[in-house]
């Protein structure tokens, strides 16, 4: 009797340059180690969703910033903040549409915050200082002193401004007035455009096409320049935005060099070690070759940090604990490409990133298996199992998925921001958003005020992404405050989730036609394996497999084995 050979599923993705060269893919998936006495040595669990933050009716997410109680974003022509709740504010018109960097000082009691995109130049988008700042976003130039910046960045009281031409400028102490004289130029290396500088460790990193020179405060009396340089490093930067990590509560710089790779410094140290691995290097200059930009991105989540690095063709990310790399991947006009989420930066104890598929400001959340309401595909393809060679019987095949995933309840919190009559005078209540709602789904009310009659068990009528009308009820009582609306219903896929399981006999550049099978309902948890069965032969390649989830629970996969004995292996 033969022995079940393991099917060999990756810890990180390595798709390669053509798909019979690939060693297996993980797609909005990744690898997390399980206990030394565990079931596996690892499991392979779905990366984490996207829940609504906030609504706007913007395109074009450039990037934020947390200041104090409220962040302040930017879209395309346009500048807002956005508070815990969700509500938007718009300043005005911030020109551009190219990813911008914006920083805060400490001024009190009101910080400055300027914001510099690559085209358009410096913007002060919030200050108390009226010579400044007008109420919107107002162009600024440092009183006459300051020339089209591409970047900006804060550390030490002060705003360093970088010029294409290698200058670097700094503001006063907390102030937005600046000197001719207080600047510096990069020059280290003739041939260089310089790009970005990034205040990271208490070092102000000032990155050109070419090298990073290193300078550290010096605490020089103005106005000179109060840095002085440290150092030289020889990898530059490949593209303004292809850097992210210097973040508040990430502190980690990871960026794309000019030699198409992936680098990585941490805090404390000025040592880089090269991460991409050979796939991602030759997808990167492939995207620079043809001239589309590339972004990078990072958030928390679960205790983990991901760096994210995007094109208009893919999305990659690199766990930072795992130091492994997955794709994501994102639904969009019915098929699969770039991660939706753009950009991120901490705020309100969550992580908050543009959305590429709308204006909206979305947040990470591991709770939520969807991409805001869309199909969150989970994707594993396994590397060759090379026990097979050609014309071996493949018998069957056993997969230990976590079983009994499906979710006979939930609890799906909308906060209400208002209430009003509907249609037919029924309540309809303002929330913060309906993305994940159906209709006719039970919703449990509470803790409205003003409009009380709503508080109670109902069932929805979905109206659009921000109301939602009760079912059975009359309104009657104007809305003063408060209230959450708790969706109760799961969708019938998260009820009764499936796996869709395929078999390839030509390394990857086919795929059979998926056999569909279930995950368990809730609590059945007795099966312990999905298996597949008389399959056919293996081909000259042996056999590889894709499991594929797209239903809106929780999934882990443990491993698997393929045997040519038809006899039950654990089920």
């Given at each position: ?131 400044y700042f007008t109420g ?107 850097i992210a990590g210097w ?202 005020t003003g409009t009380t ?119």
């Amino acid at each position: 009797m033969a022995k079940p050979v393991p099917i060999p599923f990756p810890l990180s993705s390595f798709p390669g340059a053509s798909p019979q060269e690939s060693a297996g893919r993980l797609i909005n998936a990744y690898a997390e180690p399980l206990g030394e006495n565990g079931p596996a040595k690892f499991k392979l669990v779905r990366s984490a969703g996207l829940s609504q933050h906030a609504t706007t009716a913007n395109s074009g997410y450039r990037g934020g910033l947390i200041v104090n109680n409220l962040s302040y974003e930017t879209w395309a022509n346009n500048a807002s903040t956005v508070d815990a709740s969700g509500n938007v504010t718009s300043i005005g018109n911030f020109p551009g549409t190219k990813k911008v960097s914006i920083a805060r000082n400490q001024s009190s009691p009101t910080p400055d915050v300027v914001a510099v995109d690559i085209d358009n130049g410096a913007y002060v988008l919030g200050s108390a200082n009226g010579t400044y700042f007008t109420g919107v976003p107002t162009a600024y130039n440092g009183g006459g002193a300051l020339p089209q910046p591409n970047s900006v960045c804060f550390q030490d009281g002060y705003f360093f401004f970088t010029i294409a031409a290698g200058q670097v400028y700094a503001s006063p102490l907390n102030g937005l007035t600046i000197n001719a004289l207080t600047f510096i130029t990069c020059q280290a290396k003739a041939d260089v455009t310089l790009l970005r500088g990034i205040a990271f460790s208490g070092l102000l990193l000032l990155f050109t096409t070419g090298s990073c020179e290193v300078w550290q405060d010096a605490a020089n009396p103005a106005p000179a320049f109060p840095y002085g340089r440290i150092g030289v490093l020889e990898f530059g930067l490949i593209q303004p935005a292809a850097i992210a990590g210097w973040e508040t509560g990430f502190s980690e710089l990871i960026w794309v060099a000019q030699d198409f790779g992936v680098h990585w410094m941490t805090a404390g140290s000025l040592s880089q070690i090269k991460i991409s691995p050979p796939d991602l290097d030759r997808l990167i200059e492939a995207e620079v070759r043809v001239g589309n930009t590339l972004e990078a991105g990072c958030y928390v989540v679960a205790g983990k940090k991901f760096w994210v690095l995007s094109s208009p063709d893919w999305t990659w990310e690199f766990n930072l604990e795992t130091k492994k790399w997955s794709e994501r991947q994102s639904l969009t006009s019915g098929v699969y490409g770039r991660w939706r989420a753009t950009g991120g930066h901490p705020a309100f104890g969550k992580w908050l990133v543009g959305d590429k598929a709308s204006g909206n400001l979305l947040y990470l959340d591991d709770a939520n298996y969807t991409s805001n309401g869309s199909i969150l595909l989970y994707r594993i393809e396994s590397g060759p199992v090379k026990d097979f060679p050609s014309q071996v019987r493949v018998a069957r095949a056993d997969f230990d998925f976590v079983t009994g995933a499906g979710q006979a309840t939930r609890a799906l919190v909308m906060t209400v921001l208002g209430a009003a009559a509907g249609n037919n005078g029924v309540v309809r209540l303002t929330v913060n958003n309906t993305a994940q709602v159906a209709n006719n789904d039970t919703i449990n009310v509470a803790g409205v005020t003003g409009t009380t009659e709503a508080n109670g068990t109902w069932l929805a009528s979905v109206i659009d992404a921000q109301h939602i009308e009760l079912k059975g009820s009359a309104f009657k009582n104007a809305y003063v405050s408060g209230g959450a609306a708790t969706d109760v219903t799961s969708p019938a896929n998260a009820v009764a989730p499936v796996v869709a399981i395929s078999m390839s006999r030509d390394g990857g550049v086919t795929w059979g036609n998926p056999l569909i099978r279930s995950l368990g309902p809730q609590g059945r948890a007795l099966r312990v394996r999905v298996s597949v069965k008389n399959m056919g032969l293996s081909g000259p390649a042996g056999v590889r497999w894709r499991l594929d989830v797209t239903d809106p629970v929780n999934v882990s996969l443990l491993g698997g084995t393929q045997s040519s004995e038809l006899h039950p292996v654990g089920a």
